[in-house]
């Protein structure tokens, strides 16, 4: 029996108590409101939680990239899983087409032409339909058509060209600020040209405070929740408790009376910012915080506290962002009760192509 304690560092550890409320609670959140769960797998790229994920409840799962799909579809995890990346090129093409006769269900997006006609001719050379989704871009600033107009006349290319199967439109993340009323011209302007919407697919973990406030979606596509991190918390959508990601890491130098410094940089924990400070959270302490980070060291800040650190002690950091870190790291340790239960190989870990 390994326990906790004996992961050399440093390390990732996943608390499955947490892991599993976490899959359990954000389930429910989002039957609730009547909606489809189609989680995001970038968070935890490991085919086994998927299957945790689909056990309680989802329809299917998202994927970024034809390599995660890969993996998750050579697991047999689903039959339905949404691809929200534009595929350019016969190379990726093909393979989509090669990865959609393996299971019932592969749907793609598309934001422009060049990208729609292209999965038109793939359809064509394997003889199978694509189903398709149109991105909007809602005030995010990243694909994503940017008005209902042009998302209706790339859907008028789509149901005119052969083998496209136009389901609906996708939209990341809810919380942009145009989603309420991009969608509801959308659905205005599509039935007067009687184009359905059988699909409206949202997403994103900080939106599950305000899935009631979409009433328009189908379905709904998070990814961080599975784990949690700083972001999250400070989001609103997640406590500490909430955190089932932990990174172990052993103080190797205390060179200052407030500065001590752990094995885990850049490398580990990321140096994702976003719209928060600093690098993670000290699970033991509190009040410190990782003022700064390089390759292989993270040093931290223990002014504002009282207690401090001694060199060779064991503490355990909430990265900022845990998608991030499972993409760094090979693996990821389920402990329960102090236990080490299971040792998770992070599957779909660089799968950029």
Known sequence: MTRIEDLDTP?????????EDNITRVQGMISSHGLLNRPHIKTHKIPAIGKLQMKAGAIGLTCQKLGEAEVFIDAGVCDDLFLTYNIIGKRKTDRLMELAARIKRLAVVADNET?????????????????????????FGRNGV???EAALELARLAVKLPRIAFEGLM???NTAPNT????????EIFGKAGIPLPVLSGGGTPALN????????TEHRA?????NDVMMVQSGVATWDNCAMHVR????????ANRAVIDSGSKVLTSDHYYVEHYGRLVEYPGAFIANLSEEHAVLDFSQCKTRPKVGEVVSVIPNHCCSVSNMNDEVHGVRNGVVEVVWPVAARGKVR
């Open 11 to 19: 390390a990732v550890v996943v608390l499955l108590d947490r892991l």
């Open 223 to 227: 990814g961080t929740y599975v784990y």
């Open 249 to 256: 890491a052993t103080v190797v130098s205390c060179p200052t």
């Open 171 to 173: 939209v990341f993340p």
């Open 210 to 217: 305000k899935l009631g406030d979409y009433p328009m979606m």
């Open 146 to 148: 940017q008005s209902p």
């Open 115 to 139: 990208v729609l006609r292209g999965l038109s001719e793939a359809g064509q050379r394997h003889g199978r339909d694509v189903q398709l989704l149109i991105e909007c871009d809602t005030g």
């Open 180 to 187: 309420f009323e991009f969608f509801t011209r959308a659905r």
